[in-house]
């Protein structure tokens, strides 16, 4: 009687590639630095602050609307004039998904209006009429505001009320803060539209990679025959 016998196996070569696909998106996964500064938001700005006067009351508000976190360590804040600080921090200064961040001009909140600020700037003054906030990477990457005369309000900051930063976006914070200034630094509560995030892409394209893979590496192989005496 002839018994013919099947084996099912997993082509080494494609056992190799789903591994490695496997542990890259596990990484991935795990430490996402895929996003840059231009997917950051500039999303309230308090340029002229009256309870406290402007080189101790100045900061603008950040917010990450992607699903990676983000280090803001060796980042440029500038504008188009003279202006300029390179961020520095013995710690990594990370903005996690869906987190406000807080840069300010002074962090003592005996003195700034009452407000805690994340980081702290030099070299870097928000003007009354018209200015830019800048921040750049040494790839090029850009995020950029532009303001002009009418956008300042003296003792409230402009907040940004939807996903877009356009000027005409912009609306004059109601809600008090600290010493009395209207503002919400680090809490985001007039911003509330703030964008859903998405998966990386390329922890998506890992999966769909490992998934297809996995689906067709593994073979039905056909041995010679063997042949049983009875």
């Given at each position: 009687?002839?018994?013919t ?14 591994v490695?696909?496997?542990f ?9 630095k895929?996003?840059i500064?231009?997917?950051l938001?500039?999303?309230e700005?308090?340029?002229n602050?009256?309870?406290v006067?402007?080189?101790r009351g ?8 992607t699903?990676d ?8 804040l500038?504008?188009n ?10 710690n990594?200064l990370?903005?996690?998904?869906g987190?406000f961040?807080?840069l300010?001009?002074n962090g003592?909140?005996?003195?700034n209006?009452?407000?805690?600020a994340?980081?702290v700037y030099?070299?870097f003054v ?6 830019e ?7 090029g ?7 002009e005369a009418?956008?300042?309000?003296s003792g ?6 939807s ?5 005409s976006?912009y609306?004059?914070?109601t809600?008090s803060?600290?010493d009395?200034?209207l503002?919400t630094?680090?809490?985001?509560r ?7 995030p ?5 922890w ?18 056909r041995?010679?025959q063997s042949?049983?005496?009875?």
């Open positions: 009687m002839k018994k016998t099947y084996q099912a196996y997993v082509r080494p070569q494609k056992t190799l590639t789903l490695a696909l496997t890259l998106a596990l990484f991935y996964a795990q430490d996402s895929a996003t500064v231009s997917d938001l500039i999303t700005i308090m340029a602050p009256s309870a006067g402007d080189s100045e900061w603008f508000e950040l917010y990450n609307p699903s976190s983000f280090t803001l360590n060796g980042i440029t500038s504008d004039g003279t202006d300029s600080h390179t961020i520095d921090s013995i990594d990370i903005i996690n998904p987190q961040f807080v300010g001009r003592n909140s005996l003195l209006g009452d407000y805690i994340d980081y030099s070299n928000l003007s009354n009429s018209d200015d906030i800048i921040l750049s990477d040494l790839m990457n850009r995020l950029s505001l532009a303001y009418g956008f300042v309000t409230a900051s402009s907040e940004l009320q996903t877009e930063m356009l000027i976006n609306g004059v914070t809600y803060y600290g009395g200034d503002g630094p680090g809490t985001g007039t911003y509330s539209v703030a964008a859903v998405e998966p990386s892409t390329l998506t394209l890992l999966i769909g990679l490992g998934v297809f893979c996995f689906m067709h590496g593994i073979k039905i192989h041995p010679k042949l049983l005496l009875t």
